[in-house]
């Protein structure tokens, strides 16, 4: 499946957005040629996504079920002519937020980035040191990219969960594959480069945010899979009377998982990774847990399959059914509640007691290239949210394949699914604030069927399922209880950007000026 060249903005906005982005890319485009002198040849854009549900479950390797949203990054390029062969000129439309930089791309290819500092043009260097591994890789032989004049501007809201990050390393990829000459782009291969890029610059993430940016079709919800490769398919939204919509709304807390990574995100991945471990010696599994892409390289998925296939006989899981694979997670849920006891959590002393390893060997094997912080682990907690989401998931995309005639009842299946999920990040993750806890009570107050927070938490977005009829009303609530509040001075601009109703979108394409 190759990432579509789009002839107009038709291809890539809902109708009512196309005439906003038109002038935006006039904009772009226009500050292109103003800064360089000479007009761009294409330009690349990957969106932001909203997920509805299956949170922190992705480098768990468990399915998700996200949606690209309008928000989206954009860059416009134009190749350097020969004689400045290796030279990037990056910049922004957001000039003073985002200085411009210019730099020159080694010869031996390899683009150093440090993740310790926050610049804005690491996420451009890190899909560049992507691109070039790859292409190293597949061309065998050196490669290193030929130079560009690029122009951004991203409008999918920072540290907000809804993946600024991974809207801007799929654009920044796609623009370089396309920029060296590579006219048909996986988009498979494409994600998979992304999801590499992003950990290059600190945050330990799953894969769901690219394959959101880089699968997702206009209208479409995205069901991911990760196991036994990263895969996909799209998932149509049933026509319901009341229609249903989804809207996002920014709690404005910033959630910068950069600085918060070692005590939340990335400390979540080694929690994840631990309890899987942990788990396997408990049942005394024959088999080390398989080698897969998830963020350690060993998943509670990884446990998930080779428990049933050494304990239940199943030779190969991804061919067990929907409800045997519910069964399966029924099972864990218990296993889980049963043998992974201790609500305080477990010390490194306590796993490796029972793993029968060292301190050193544990900080080094699992917390060596993303430090985190933390006497113990909540392993129990962090286990039955996982296998209880991964559940979840299920149960939506049951309801979405299969409606029950009843509108109402319809929208409330889904919705209680999407509270449990909110109930879940709050109590049992902890991966929620008070911010987002309010802004969902209100929303359900005023009439929302489901309300949960969106991405990793800590602040950032919530995303809500709404009735049309209910909308007005949903939004209301939040602008007298919540952003007028706690913001008296909120500008109308402000509120705007705030509360979204998001429309499924159309994920990365290209499109040719020239
Ligand atoms: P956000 O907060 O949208 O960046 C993060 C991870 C995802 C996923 C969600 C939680 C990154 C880049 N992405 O999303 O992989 O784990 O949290 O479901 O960190
Ligand atoms: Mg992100």
Known sequence: MEVPTATSLHDIYPEDAV??????????????KETYGRPAGFVARSPGRVNIIGEHIDYSLYEVLPMAITADFVMAVAVRPSEEKHRVRIANVQSEKFPSREFEIPSEGTIDIDASEHEWTNYFRSGLKGVTEMLCKKQGKQFVSVGMDVMCDGTVPSGGGLSSSASFTCTTALAVLTANG?????????????????REVGVNSGGMDQAASVFSLRGSALYVSFKPSLNYTTLEFPHTDPELTFVTAQSFVAADKHVTAPVCYNLRVVECTLAAVFLAKVFGLKQELPQDSSPLGVSL????DTYFEEKQGVSDNTKTSV???????NKLVQLAGDYLPQEEGYTRSDICALLGVSEDELNQRYM???PVRADRFKLRQRALHVFTEALRVIKFRQLLSAPPPDGKEFIKGLGDLMNETQTSCRDIYDCSCPELDELCNLARSAGAA???????????CSVHLVPKDKVEAVKQAWEEKYYKKKFPDITNEKLEEAVVVSKPGSG???LKIV
Do not use: N
């Open 508 to 510: 990365s394409m290209v």
């Open 323 to 329: 409800a045997d694979f519910e069964d399966q997670l």
């Open 450 to 460: 489901g309300s949960r927070l969106t991405g990793a938490g800590w602040g950032g």
């Open 19 to 32: 005439p906003v982005q038109a002038k935006r890319w006039e904009r772009i485009l226009a500050k292109f």
């Open 368 to 370: 060596s290239k993303f």
């Open 182 to 198: 590579e006219t048909k782009v996986d988009k498979k291969e494409l994600c998979e480069l992304a999801i590499v890029s992003e």
């Open 301 to 304: 998925r990884g446990f998930h």
